[in-house]
């Protein structure tokens, strides 16, 4: 079945600075890659999503890149601001059905 | 903008004992899906509905997990006899179609097993 890693776990970034989450995933069939953001004591709630006739996307200051070939896909955050402090998971599926999530990413945003 | 809501907030059951999660999907929707997240980990995908009936299941959808939509508005997750392992948050999700819109999730229901 479809397994995603996502890197770093962790990530830390003074206001202003990019941020920079990146994911794999397995299965070769997935074509629908969105990024979800949990604020604390929240559900995820989708900031962006990509699909895979696409490879690159932009809303604002939040994009997202896909690399078919290598499967790989990355969220890119510029400007950061405190408040886009969260936990970010990225999720790979085929079609918008069930999704497989990656690991998290917790991003800390410091004034 | 509609939401997908999801009661109670939080449960505490002793274990062995039967929860019934309840969820209100967006009220035009018509696929449902139940993620699991334990605390600190990833969200996992549990099971999809569509139809009044299953469309897929995890493995951790065992038996003693079972989902209905007893109306047309409520969407529910029942663990017959709950165990220590069951304590996680359980998210509520919806789509309106299964192959190009977003899925909309809930706050999540925290579960914790006594």
């Known amino acids: 079945g479809e397994n995603v890693e996502q890197h770093p776990s962790t990530l830390s970034v003074q206001e202003g600075d990019s941020a920079v989450i990146k994911c794999t995933y397995s299965?070769?069939?997935?074509?629908?890659f969105p990024w979800y953001k949990q604020e604390l004591g929240k559900g995820p709630q989708l900031i962006i999503d990509?699909?895979?006739?696409?490879g690159e996307k932009k809303d604002q200051r939040i994009a997202v890149t896909l690399n078919k070939t290598a499967k790989h896909f990355s969220l890119h955050i510029t400007e950061t601001q405190p408040e886009d402090s969260a936990v970010y998971f990225c999720?790979?599926?085929?079609?918008?059905?069930?999704?497989?999530f990656g690991t998290g990413t917790r991003l800390q945003v410091f004034p | 903008e509609p939401e997908v809501t999801q009661t109670p907030s939080h449960q505490v059951t002793q274990m062995g004992q039967e929860v019934i999660l309840r969820c209100v999907p967006i009220s035009n929707h018509l696929y449902f899906y139940w993620y699991r997240q334990i605390l600190g980990q990833k969200v996992e995908f549990l099971v999809s509905?569509?139809?009044?009936?299953?469309?897929?299941k995890s493995e951790i959808f065992d038996d003693q997990f079972s989902v209905e939509r007893p109306d047309g508005s409520n969407f529910t997750l029942k663990i017959r006899s709950t165990k220590l392992e069951d304590s996680a948050m359980y998210f509520c999700a919806s789509t309106l179609e299964n192959r190009n819109q977003p899925q909309h999730f809930g706050d999540g229901t925290r579960l914790s097993i006594l």
């Open positions: 990509i699909r895979s006739n696409v």
């Open positions: 509905f569509y139809n009044n009936e299953i469309s897929e």
């Open positions: 999720a790979a599926s085929l079609y918008t059905d069930k999704l497989i």
């Open positions: 299965d070769s069939a997935s074509n629908y």
